[in-house]
């Protein structure tokens, strides 16, 4: 009997065991920390981008400079779409405060709608600077202005990317607390990129036609 003892004893020492976390593995605010070291990797990009745009923005190479080129009111418009997309953006934020799913993808619907309406803008604009041959290859001024605007436009379809897929989640799981954590990030993202923009509009587009 005690051979049998030790043998079944031998057994459930080598039988595999089981753990059990009594909560989620994942840290407080870890999610948000690591955001913000990305957004931070995201500012050192876009810095070097306008301190080469500073120093090649005027070597026209004999060609077109910003004041030939630049339609102000045309970037006004587009500028006025990007900022509208983040207030709407706060709005998704109450609604998820709110625990509204509905709200919150209604809100978030139309921030897309805005984020689309700056890219078809911005792509039209590229479309005739390079119609009227101002296009990245003919100047250093206009391959360091379509680096900087075309980086940021980039920022923006990923983030739109990131928007209807969020919104699918949400809409498949609701505000659940990983769907929370996700939209907060893209609100920082977005918010960035309106930063970012701003920089832009005042550096490029108003020093430019100056």
Same mark, same amino acid.
């Given at each position: 009997?005690?051979?049998?003892?030790?043998?079944?004893?031998?057994?459930? =020492?080598?039988?595999?065991?089981?753990?059990?976390? #009594?909560?989620?593995?994942?840290?407080?605010?870890?999610?948000?920390?690591?955001?913000?070291?990305?957004?931070?990797?995201?500012?050192?990009?876009?810095? #070097?981008?306008? =301190?080469?745009?500073?120093?090649?923005?005027?070597?026209?190479?004999?060609?077109?400079?910003?004041?030939?080129?630049?339609?102000?009111?045309?970037?006004?418009?587009?500028? #006025? +779409?990007?900022?509208?997309?983040?207030?709407?953006?706060?709005? =998704?934020?109450?609604?998820?405060?709110?625990?509204?799913?509905?709200?919150?993808?209604?809100?978030?619907? &139309?921030?897309?709608?805005?984020?689309? =309406?700056?890219?078809?803008?911005?792509?039209?604009?590229?479309?005739?600077?390079?119609?009227?041959?101002?296009?990245?290859?003919?100047?250093?001024?206009?391959?360091?202005?379509?680096?900087?605007?075309?980086?940021?436009?980039?920022?923006?379809? +990923?983030?739109?990317?990131?928007?209807?897929?969020?919104?699918?989640?949400?809409?498949?799981?609701?505000? &659940?607390?990983?769907?929370?954590?996700?939209?907060?990030?893209?609100?920082? +993202?977005?918010?960035?990129?309106?930063?970012?923009?701003?920089?832009?509009?005042?550096?490029?587009?108003?020093?430019?036609?100056?």
């Amino acid at each position: 009997m005690s051979n049998t003892h030790i043998n079944a004893g031998g057994a459930a =020492a080598l039988a595999p065991r089981e753990y059990h976390l #009594a909560h989620e593995p994942h840290p407080e605010n870890g999610t948000s920390l690591g955001f913000w070291l990305y957004l931070m990797s995201d500012c050192l990009i876009f810095a #070097a981008l306008f =301190a080469t745009y500073g120093v090649l923005g005027r070597n026209y190479a004999a060609g077109p400079n910003g004041k030939e080129l630049f339609d102000l009111s045309l970037v006004a418009v587009n500028t #006025a +779409f990007l900022l509208l997309s983040s207030i709407t953006f706060g709005f =998704a934020m109450l609604q998820k405060q709110q625990k509204n799913v509905k709200g919150t993808l209604t809100w978030l619907a &139309i921030t897309g709608l805005f984020g689309l =309406a700056f890219l078809a803008v911005e792509l039209y604009e590229f479309h005739h600077l390079i119609h009227e041959g101002a296009g990245p290859t003919r100047s250093a001024f206009l391959s360091s202005f379509f680096t900087l605007v075309g980086t940021h436009g980039l920022h923006v379809t +990923f983030g739109l990317i990131w928007l209807v897929t969020l919104m699918i989640q949400i809409s498949k799981h609701g505000l &659940i607390e990983a769907n929370v954590r996700r939209i907060n990030c893209l609100s920082m +993202f977005w918010h960035f990129l309106d930063v970012v923009w701003i920089g832009v509009f005042t550096f490029v587009y108003l020093m430019g036609v100056l």
